[in-house]
């Protein structure tokens, strides 16, 4: 007598169910649905805008990336990372910014001329490109306004740069 038993494991709603093949013991093909439990961030993501694009890779010590524009390829460590509110975030680690000013809103409350201390005091470009995950797409902001000035990736002149998994 042929039995077998399926232990399906239930996750959230958004998980894809995988079919696996397999073979009993008459020699005819059963099917187990199975759902995947853990979402893949795997693969290469592009954009329609500035010729850029990510490709994610699995590593033995977690993520790989490859990063190429117009001007530059790049490569890196990728982290993946869920916050508390549950929002997904991939960072690829090493990239320096292209531009940072930092926080001006408070400028004159650390004025140089009221506070000599500042004078000599630069300010440090950030390292690392933070993109939020959701559901296939990666999203960043580019550059930020007036009051806190930055650029990310300069050879793309647009605010939010959204990339789609192929």
Known sequence: MFSFSVLIIFACENKKEISIPVKN???????LETIKNEESIVGIYQGDECGISVEIAKASNGYS???KTNN???TG???FSTNES?????????IEWDE???DISHQD?????SDPKKINKELEIPIGIGFAYKKDTLTLQNYGNAMNYYTKLGECDAKYIELVKK
Do not use: C, F, Q, S
């Open 25 to 31: 013991n008459n020699g005819t093909i059963a099917t």
């Open 65 to 67: 990336y490859v990063l």
């Open 100 to 102: 940072y000013e930092g």
């Open 86 to 94: 549950g929002e997904k975030y991939l960072v690829l680690e090493g």
């Open 109 to 113: 409350e650390t004025d140089t001329i």
């Open 77 to 79: 460590k990728a982290t």
């Open 72 to 74: 530059r390829k790049l």
